[in-house]
């Protein structure tokens, strides 16, 4: 990773242990939308499915997604101070700050991400956080921020837990690096073909700073 300056980390499932808080939302807006609630016999097959595959499933009108998607937002925004950072996660983003440029894309709230950050101490690491709050089209972002920090493809890369943030940067044009403590298993994310994948923070960390 020698040619990297930039690594761009997406924030829930990656930096945020979201998935608990996130299940909890989704089946409390159940009853409102008419959908199955998420069991915890169904958690690890749905860890197996794209976010797209996870709606189509869901049986929810694709028309609705939008005012589910705003629903959950302002749930989440109630909630998100009972986050967690990943363990072993803190140490190894104080690191990497020391040789390159960190900053956050993510489909969260700026404000959520922004007193996560101060809240566990590592609001220091990162130089931006750029949000998108649609479900899908991250790519379009990453383009942005490659343009304005006046860097080529090679110098950049992006970490996210699901396969919506392979295929960003794969429509970027960007390697990316996926982890497998997130939503999506380390199987789709293979089958998404990303360009490496980690199952610890510790081999995150090597990744970038091994020789």
Same mark, same amino acid.
């Given at each position: 990773?020698?040619?990297?300056?930039?690594?761009?980390?997406?924030? =829930?499932?990656? +930096?945020?242990?979201?998935?608990?808080? *996130?299940?909890?939302?989704?089946?409390? %807006? #159940?009853? &409102?939308?008419? /959908?199955?609630?998420?069991? =915890?016999?169904? +958690?690890?097959?749905?860890?197996?499915? *794209?976010?797209?595959?996870?709606?189509? %499933? #869901?049986? &929810?009108?694709? /028309?609705?997604?939008?005012?589910?998607?705003?629903?959950?937002?302002?749930?989440?925004?109630?909630?998100?101070?009972?986050?967690? %950072?990943?363990?072993?996660?803190?140490?190894?983003?104080?690191?990497?700050?020391?040789?390159?440029?960190?900053?956050?894309?993510?489909?969260?709230?700026?404000?959520?991400?922004?007193?996560?950050?101060?809240?566990?101490?590592?609001?220091?690491?990162?130089?931006?956080?750029?949000?998108?709050?649609?479900?899908?089209?991250?790519?379009?972002?990453?383009?942005?921020?490659?343009?304005?920090?006046?860097?080529?493809?090679?110098?950049?890369?992006?970490?996210?837990?699901?396969?919506?943030?392979?295929?960003?940067?794969?429509?970027?044009?960007?390697?990316?690096?996926?982890?497998?403590?997130?939503?999506?298993?380390?199987?789709?994310?293979?089958?998404?073909?990303?360009?490496?994948?980690?199952?610890?923070?510790?081999?995150?960390?090597?990744?970038?700073?091994?020789?």
């Amino acid at each position: 990773m020698q040619k990297i300056k930039l690594i761009i980390f997406d924030f =829930d499932g990656t +930096i945020a242990d979201t998935l608990s808080l *996130s299940i909890e939302i989704v089946n409390s %807006l #159940s009853s &409102i939308y008419n /959908y199955a609630k998420i069991t =915890d016999e169904n +958690i690890s097959y749905l860890r197996t499915k *794209s976010a797209q595959e996870i709606v189509k %499933l #869901s049986g &929810i009108p694709f /028309y609705k997604v939008p005012s589910v998607a705003i629903k959950f937002h302002k749930e989440f925004q109630v909630r998100a101070g009972d986050l967690k %950072l990943f363990d072993g996660l803190r140490q190894v983003l104080e690191i990497l700050s020391h040789n390159y440029e960190l900053g956050i894309l993510t489909s969260n709230s700026k404000s959520n991400v922004s007193n996560f950050l101060e809240k566990n101490n590592v609001s220091t690491f990162f130089s931006f956080i750029v949000c998108n709050q649609g479900l899908f089209g991250k790519s379009s972002l990453l383009k942005k921020i490659i343009k304005k920090k006046e860097l080529t493809n090679d110098e950049v890369i992006y970490v996210g837990d699901e396969t919506r943030d392979i295929e960003a940067a794969h429509k970027s044009k960007i390697k990316s690096v996926a982890v497998s403590w997130g939503f999506n298993a380390r199987d789709l994310l293979e089958k998404y073909k990303a360009d490496v994948i980690v199952d610890t923070p510790a081999e995150l960390q090597k990744l970038f700073t091994s020789k």
